[in-house]
């Protein structure tokens, strides 16, 4: 989940002007990469053999 810590610095890396379309697809990526990592922390992840042998 995203703080409001968080978003206010990624605010504060916009210029000055910016659309919401741009901040909202900022914020999904943030929110990806976050639930990504904790993921990765509690090891929920597949390795690369898993998921070769999944496309097969």
Request: charged share 40%; glycine share 4%.
């Amino acid at each position: 989940m995203l703080t409001k810590e968080r978003l206010k610095e990624q605010i504060d890396k916009f210029p000055e002007e910016f659309s919401i379309d741009e901040l909202v697809e900022k914020l999904i990526l943030i929110e990806k990469i976050e639930t990504g990592n904790k993921q990765s922390e509690n090891g929920e992840i597949i390795s690369e053999s898993e998921m070769a042998k999944w496309f097969e």
